[in-house]
C-alpha cells in the first residue's frame, strides 16, 4: 500500500514539473518578445546628431540624421498648396539645403533655431522627415 501512495505522489509531481515546465517556457517566450518588441523600438528611433560639415562630408545614406542650423531668410520658399517648405540652414560649418513636406510651423522665420531629422539625397538635399523650432526663452533677463 505504500508503494502506491508513492507512485501517486511522483505521478502528482511530474504532473506539476509538466505544468512548470509550461510556464517556464511561456515565460520565456513571452521575455524573449517584449525584448525583441524593445529593441526594435529603440533601434527605428534612433538618430545620430551629426554637424552641416560631418553631414556634407559624407556620402548620401539611408540612415537617419539630425542637422540643427539656424534658418537662412532669403532662402525660405513655401508652397502651401504642396505644403512644401524648402529653406536653408547655417551653422558654423557651412550650408545645408532642406526639403520639408509638411505644414510650415507658425515660428518659421529667418534666423530660427531649426533641428531637422531626415536624410541627404544623391543631389545634395535633405530631406527632412521632422523638423523642430527650438523656441526663444520669454524668460529671459531684460537688459
Avoid at 17 to 34: E, H, M, S
Wanted: charged letters at 25%; proline letters at 4%.
Amino acid at each position: 500500500m505504500i508503494e502506491a501512495q508513492d507512485l501517486e505522489g511522483a505521478h502528482q509531481q511530474k504532473r506539476l514539473g509538466g505544468k512548470q515546465r509550461k510556464f517556464l517556457i511561456g515565460g520565456l517566450i513571452i521575455a524573449a518578445t517584449i525584448g525583441y518588441l524593445i529593441y526594435a523600438a529603440a533601434r527605428g528611433s534612433t538618430a545620430y546628431y551629426v554637424t552641416i560639415s560631418e553631414l556634407t562630408g559624407q556620402s548620401p545614406s539611408t540612415r537617419s540624421v539630425r542637422v540643427a542650423g539656424n534658418v537662412v531668410g532669403e532662402s525660405i520658399v513655401w508652397e502651401p498648396r504642396d505644403q512644401r517648405l524648402q529653406f536653408e540652414i547655417t551653422d558654423e560649418g557651412g550650408l545645408l539645403p532642406v526639403s520639408y513636406h509638411g505644414s510650415r510651423p507658425d515660428m518659421f522665420r529667418d534666423g530660427a533655431e531649426v533641428v531637422v531629422q531626415g536624410k541627404l539625397t544623391p543631389e545634395g538635399i535633405f530631406e527632412a522627415r521632422t523638423m523642430l523650432l527650438k523656441c526663444p526663452s520669454k524668460y529671459e533677463e531684460a537688459q
